[in-house]
C-alpha cells in the first residue's frame, strides 16, 4: 500500500467519526479540538499505532458518556464528542506507551504555568492605567 493510500484511508476513516455539520460551521469549534485530531491523525501516519486502535477507544468512551450524561442539545452533543475524543487519545497514547500517566498531569501543569508566566509578563509589560 502506498503511502498516499494509507493517508487516503486514514481521512477516510476520521471524517466517517466527525459530527456531520451544517453547510458552512466550523468543522471544530475550538482550537484543541482541532489540535487533538491533529494528534492523532499524525501518530497514525508516522507511527504504527493502527486506527483501529484509537478508535476503538473512542466508541468506548462514547458508549459510557452516553450512558452517563446523554447529551440533549448541539452544543452539549458536540462538547461531550470531543471530551470523550481527548479522553480516547490519553488512553490510546498510553497504551502504546507514548505517555504515562503521570506526565499527562506534570505537562498540564507545565501549560497552566507558562499561560500564568505569559499572562503576568503581558501584564508586566502593559499594566492598565
Known sequence: MSQCNVDDNVLLQAQRIIPDRPEGDPLFRRAWHARAFALIVTLVKDSDLPWATFQTQLVERLAAQQKDAPARDPEQIDLQYF???????????????????????????????????????????????
Request: net charge negative.
Open 83 to 129: 471530551d470523550c475524543w481527548l479522553e480516547a487519545v490519553e488512553d490510546t497514547l498510553i497504551a502504546q506507551q507514548f505517555i504515562e500517566r503521570p506526565e499527562i498531569s506534570a505537562q498540564i501543569e507545565r501549560i497552566r504555568q507558562s499561560v500564568a508566566d505569559i499572562r503576568h509578563s503581558q501584564m508586566s509589560l502593559h499594566p492598565r492605567t
